[in-house]
């Protein structure tokens, strides 16, 4: 989900020192364990400052916008609180070295002129050119948004007529194949299911890639008409039965495909992988303590952080002003971090910075939605048939919790036509893993186990029939 560790890297702009142009591009490498990240920074001079753009091509991300930055005494603080990004770095004689923040994470990043090459990973599972199938570049609008959201439509054939499933992404700036610390799992299951006889359209996240919009202002129910705009546009297509189109959505995705199944009779099913199926405040509660206890983190400090997380998330579940909510949170904050601020402040960085860096998260329009959207409203109104899958070791979206909720849901709702799959020793991205923690999804060469794979697809063909 979007608090995390495996969200797409967008974050900053420059100042300046006296004498120095710092217009241009800026090159630096994350050093995330067993994957590490190319981020490229451009920057143009304004009238009153800087303004600059990131690339992550690693994850297929382009001309990622900054939000805020301040440069003083040689200290370059950056703000990207869409994603809730934070940098600080120092100027050192050719370049920055500074400290990257990410969900309470946080990693060194320096940035030089120098270009870095492209990082070589091994990922088995990539499917490469040529398939043994039909693949066209497409485009679609959405009209209401203003925005043309661009992907590739993979068919069994060129001519024919076909099912088709349309892939949702995860929370965070996704392209075309969801790529991810170096994996493209939309790329090996849009492969798998088009050998098998079924189409799929996957597209670039508005404000990704080749699609355009701002990404950073929307929300689920943003991305939901988006995914309308697919539906409508493949019903122009005389390759597509029209009868036969389905969603499948990973993550966050698997939040929005009931948003569109239930207000769309023409979904002819839903595929729900690894999709939240409680309010998002509860999940994200239970998230991070999971993960905080599989990176080893104490006891009482893993007791201390989950209670101001539910305060927080308190708060925002109860508040109606946004202005009045920063205010709020700030206040609380700066109290808790009276005392022991050094259990929860991430190293190298200012309480004052680490305040500022959480409220901005907190209060984005995509986290305030997330906290209070409950997914039952959704489930509840879905009649068409549903699998939902997950991860026994998921540490992101908790199964036991989620696929029983989900259950649930549908059956309140009247609807029977429920398959549920927990799957043992997976984590959230369906990969064979050993503690389901973030911090292997690099390091492990799978990409999406068979196993997933084949239960997926065979559910999916036994509703194409």
Excluded at 103 to 114: A, D, F, K, T, V
Excluded at 193 to 203: A, F, M
Excluded at 353 to 373: A, G, T
Aim: glycine share 10%.
């Amino acid at each position: 989900m979007k608090n995390t560790l495996v969200g797409i890297i967008a974050f900053l702009i420059m100042g300046t020192m006296t004498g120095q142009d710092i217009t241009g591009d800026w090159n630096g490498l994350l050093d995330i364990p067993g994957s590490p990240l190319r981020l490229i920074v451009h920057i143009e001079k304004t009238d009153d400052g800087y303004k600059a753009t990131l690339d992550s091509p690693d994850q297929g991300a382009y001309g990622l916008a900054v939000n805020t930055t301040s440069f003083e005494e040689g200290t370059l603080s950056l703000n990207a609180t869409d994603l809730g990004i934070q940098y600080s770095g120092q100027w050192k004689e050719d370049g920055f070295k500074g400290i990257f923040t990410q969900g309470g994470g946080s990693l060194p990043l320096n940035l030089s002129r120098e270009a870095i090459e492209k990082i070589k990973r091994n990922r088995p599972q990539e499917p490469k050119a040529p398939y043994p199938y039909y693949s066209e570049e497409v485009s679609f609008t959405n009209a209401s948004a203003n925005v043309v959201l661009a992907g590739t439509l993979s068919l069994p054939k060129k001519e024919g007529t076909f099912p088709v499933v349309i892939l949702i992404s995860g929370s965070g700036p996704q392209d075309r194949n969801e790529e991810l610390l170096g994996h493209k799992p939309f790329l090996v299951l849009s492969d798998y299911l088009t050998r098998k006889g079924i189409g799929v359209l996957r597209y670039d996240d508005r404000g990704v890639a080749a699609s355009t919009g701002d990404f950073g202002a929307a929300t689920s129910a943003d991305f939901a008409s988006d995914v309308q705009s697919a539906i409508k546009y493949l019903k122009t297509r005389s390759d597509i039965d029209v009868s036969k189109i389905g969603l499948a959505g990973h993550s966050e995705g698997g939040l929005i495909a009931p948003m569109v199944a239930a207000e769309n009779d023409e979904v002819a099913f839903i595929a729900l992988l690894a999709g939240p199926g409680i309010r998002g405040d509860e999940i994200l509660k239970k998230q991070g303590a999971l993960i905080e206890r599989a990176s080893g983190k104490p006891e009482n400090e893993i007791e201390r952080t989950s209670e101001i997380r539910k305060r927080i998330f308190d708060m925002v579940i109860q508040s109606k002003d946004s202005e009045v909510l920063k205010n709020d949170i700030t206040s609380f904050l700066q109290e808790v971090l009276k005392h022991k601020p050094e259990e929860v402040v991430v190293p190298g960085m200012s309480v004052e910075k680490f305040i500022d860096s959480q409220v901005s998260q907190v209060v984005s329009p995509w986290m305030l939605y997330f906290i209070k959207y409950d997914p039952a409203v959704s489930l509840e109104k879905v009649s068409c048939p549903v699998l939902a899958v997950n991860g026994e070791m998921d540490l992101q979206v908790p199964s036991k919790e989620n696929l029983s909720a989900i259950e649930n849901a549908l059956k309140k709702g009247g609807n029977t036509n429920v398959t549920i799959v927990e799957f043992p020793g997976l984590n959230h991205l369906f990969q064979e893993t050993e503690t389901g923690a973030p911090s292997e999804y690099a390091t492990i060469e799978e990409t999406f186990s068979p196993v997933a794979l084949e239960t997926i697809t065979s559910w999916i063909l036994d509703q194409t029939k």
